[in-house]
């Protein structure tokens, strides 16, 4: 079945780097993405790897996918306090219709 | 703004009621996907509409039901309502089904 794992918590200062760590266990999965909850509000999509991807940079984002050990993880850089909030990672399978499954969220707290 | 519209934002209703929840998908998106999300068990995909037509169907309750309209909005139908299923429900589109969801703001239900 599938399965993704998240940490709970991570708390950073701000302008440190964040790094944001997430294993799944479908070896199908074609996409996997990123993403971001503020309080009160809903999902919005921060990025997303394709599976014959290593890496991907997008201004102060940067996913690593190592598709031997399944885990992706996202390092916000120059971290702020605006990034407070709660990360989800996501899975696409490729056996059935692409539904998502998500890990249960990593709480990012990033104090002055 | 991801595109996606849902109301209402809240709902507050007691145990043993029926409610209806409504999505827009992003224009030109032809499929529509519902999830919930709840302190205990996280997000979790309840069913998925594609041009009208159920496609994937995940862990929902037979007392929920959905369905995808001609003008690609869908409803998500809650019955004999109980406190367990207080919880933010997400509508989340694609374009084909096999693509990146865009999630909408949620409906918050609150079951008293």
């Known amino acids: 079945g599938e399965d993704v794992e998240q940490s709970l918590f991570l708390s950073v200062r701000e302008g440190d780097s964040s790094v944001i760590n997430c294993t799944y266990t479908d070896s199908s999965s074609t996409y996997l993405y990123w993403y971001k909850q503020e309080p009160g509000a809903g999902l919005q999509l921060l990025t997303y790897i394709f599976s014959n991807m290593d890496m991907k940079q997008d201004q102060r984002l940067t996913v690593l996918l190592n598709k031997k050990d399944k885990h992706l993880s996202l390092r916000i850089a120059d971290t702020q306090t605006g990034d407070s909030a709660i990360y989800f990672c996501?899975?696409?399978?490729?056996?059935?219709?692409?539904?998502?499954?998500f890990g249960k969220g990593t709480m990012l707290l990033v104090s002055p | 703004d991801s595109g996606v519209t849902q109301t209402p934002k809240h709902l507050i209703t007691a145990t043993g009621q029926r409610v209806t929840l409504r999505c827009s998908p992003r224009?030109?998106?032809?499929?529509v996907y519902w999830y919930q999300q709840s302190l205990d068990q996280g997000l979790q995909f309840l069913i998925q509409y594609y041009n009208g037509e159920e496609r994937a169907k995940g862990n929902i309750l037979e007392r929920f039901s959905a369905q995808q309209f001609p003008d690609l909005h869908s409803e998500l139908n809650l019955s004999s309502l109980e406190l367990g299923d207080s919880a933010l429900y997400f509508c989340a589109s694609s374009t084909r089904g096999a693509e990146t969801q865009y999630f909408g703001p949620g409906t918050r239900l609150l079951v008293l």
């Open positions: 996501a899975e696409v399978s490729n056996s059935g219709y692409s539904t998502l499954t």
């Open positions: 224009s030109g998106d032809l499929s």
